[in-house]
């Protein structure tokens, strides 16, 4: 099982840019909301793990 980091580069509406920081890319990813946790901002830290994000 892996565990990959990411950082809130943005928020949109719906859905949140996210880029990970465990290993060097420049690729962002859009998550829709309703799969992160509901306090993130742009800036925050999650750790993804078992198919779920939290904060970290």
């Known amino acids: ?3 990959w980091f990411y950082e809130v580069v ?4 719906d859905y ?4 990970r920081t465990d290993i060097e890319s ?3 990813k859009l ?10 901002t742009e800036g ?3 750790k993804y793990e078992m198919m ?3 904060m970290c």
């Open 1 to 3: 099982m892996e565990t």
């Open 10 to 13: 943005s928020i949109d509406g």
């Open 16 to 19: 949140a840019n996210l880029k």
């Open 26 to 28: 420049d690729e962002l």
């Open 31 to 40: 998550v829709a909301r309703a799969l992160l946790p509901p306090e993130i």
């Open 44 to 46: 925050s830290r999650l």
């Open 52 to 54: 779920q994000y939290e």
